[in-house]
């Protein structure tokens, strides 16, 4: 069974619990995302658009972001092209270069990011996803394919916590819940209403945890953020975007997409060491399609369009003293039920508060 096999098993969802569904789709699209497993025959692929991210739910990450899953799940739009062990001469016209002076600081990254030997990087998550009802008792999200009728939208709240060891070979830890929180109705709000909607999207109060060794890991895709897991991609931004460039080469058109799409993912994640964070970050504001919305003191928010596949804006604010996300969030081009909700009001927003703890609580 692939990876994409495996995305659609956790689509269908049969005997998991809510968060569950949460954390694996967000670490399988992670552990597709990511792609950074040295020296192996990996699998190019279209740009995967994220039906439930990642990040980014709570993502995740995963898009480490974890995306909340969609309750009637589309049919994943992915396609996997098949490619040798990865060539790392750059294909195609590269994206624009760095000047000759940029990434020649000699000064750490982010100073006092990095948890020291005993300590965890504490990463909680607070995310709000945009769910909407039919005119015949289903539940979806965009996006999906079709026209649905739409009756009432909800925003429901979910949270998590994972904590990164130290010593990356270490035991890792996530806690996923409580989940599920309407914290706001649009439309038609009655008593019949909120019944309706507590009865189709239940209010999730238990909390999960799960634990790995050496990285994020479920089933056989390697470890996520573990030892080694950041080594084959480059440090200077130029280089990190061929990097993907050339990843990503036989996914035709849509290969700039999958490169910032990439970009984006591991930001979310907030779990890489400093300088690859620094390489990250750089490579973003190097790829030409990241524009600065606001800043405001050290948080600069970048807007990023995407007109292809699942057409949509995202945001990502990004603390320019610490290389963390602190804010994601999604607004997809939507066929339907728009007019229900402020335009203001994204499909997906997941909030990060990170620090260093001494203990996992």
Do not use: C
């Amino acid at each position: 069974m692939d990876v994409f096999e495996r995305v659609r098993e956790v689509n269908r969802g049969a005997g998991l619990s809510e968060e569950h569904l949460t954390s694996a789709r967000a670490r399988l699209l992670t552990g597709i995302d990511a792609g950074v497993a040295a020296e192996r025959s990996r699998r190019v692929r279209r740009p995967l658009f994220l039906v439930a991210g990642a990040v980014a739910g709570v993502a995740a990450a995963t898009a480490g972001v974890v995306m909340l899953s969609q309750l009637t799940a589309p049919e994943p739009r992915v396609e996997a092209v098949p490619v040798q062990t990865l060539d790392p001469r750059p294909h195609g016209d590269p994206l624009p270069r760095p000047s000759a002076t940029s990434g020649t600081g000699a000064t750490e990254p982010f100073p006092g990011t990095t948890p020291q030997a005993g300590q965890y990087l504490q990463i909680r998550y607070t995310s709000d996803a945009l769910y909407f009802r039919d005119g015949v008792g289903g539940v979806f999200r965009w996006p999906r394919s079709g026209d649905p009728q739409t009756i009432s939208a909800a925003v429901m709240r979910s949270h998590a916590v994972d904590y990164v060891p130290a010593d990356r070979a270490g035991t890792w830890v996530s806690r996923y819940g409580p989940s599920m929180e309407r914290v706001e109705l649009f439309g038609t709000d009655t008593e019949v209403m909120r019944w309706t909607w507590d009865s189709l999207a239940p209010y999730r109060p238990e909390v999960s945890e799960l634990q790995s060794v050496g990285g994020r890991q479920y089933g056989d895709l390697p470890p996520v953020g573990g030892p080694g897991y950041y080594d084959a991609a480059p440090r200077d931004p130029q280089g990190l975007l061929d990097y993907w460039s050339s990843f990503f080469a036989e996914a035709g058109g849509a290969r700039d997409d999958s490169v910032l799409m990439e970009i984006l993912s591991q930001l979310k994640q907030n779990i890489a060491p400093p300088d690859v964070r620094s390489a990250y970050l750089s490579a973003l504001q190097l790829t030409g399609r990241a524009t600065v919305d606001s800043t405001a003191g050290s948080e600069v928010t970048y807007r990023v369009e995407f007109t292809d596949i699942d057409a949509r804006t995202e945001t990502i604010t990004i603390d320019s003293t610490t290389g963390w996300v602190v804010e994601s969030a999604i607004w997809y081009v939507k066929q339907s039920g728009h007019d229900l909700v402020p335009s203001g009001v994204p499909d997906e927003r997941t909030t990060y508060d990170v620090s260093i703890v001494d203990a996992i609580p």
